[in-house]
């Protein structure tokens, strides 16, 4: 199984983001993810790790839910 997890900006008001992203992985994954896990962070951070791999950064790509979602599906069942 897997964990995903999904660093947020507090302060800049990304919790919004954050749960659009949770709901995506959680209704494309669901039964095959262990935890889908919401962790605050500052200064415009918006990653998504799985099993602590970056799958996305604000810093280097463009928000965009289903991009997001494609980039955890390779990752979703292949943890031994």
């Known amino acids: 199984m897997t964990r995903v997890e999904i660093e947020y900006c507090v302060p800049c008001g ?3 983001r954050a ?3 949770a709901e995506a992985v959680l209704r494309q994954f669901g039964e095959s993810l262990d935890e889908v896990a919401l962790v605050t ?3 415009g951070v918006f990653v998504v790790r799985v099993d602590g791999e970056i799958v996305f950064d604000v810093s280097e790509d463009a928000y965009d839910v289903d ?3 494609r980039a955890v599906r390779p990752h979703v069942g292949t943890r031994a």
């Open 41 to 43: 962070g500052d200064d």
């Open 14 to 16: 990304m919790l919004n």
């Open 19 to 21: 749960r659009d992203v």
């Open 67 to 69: 991009e997001i979602v």
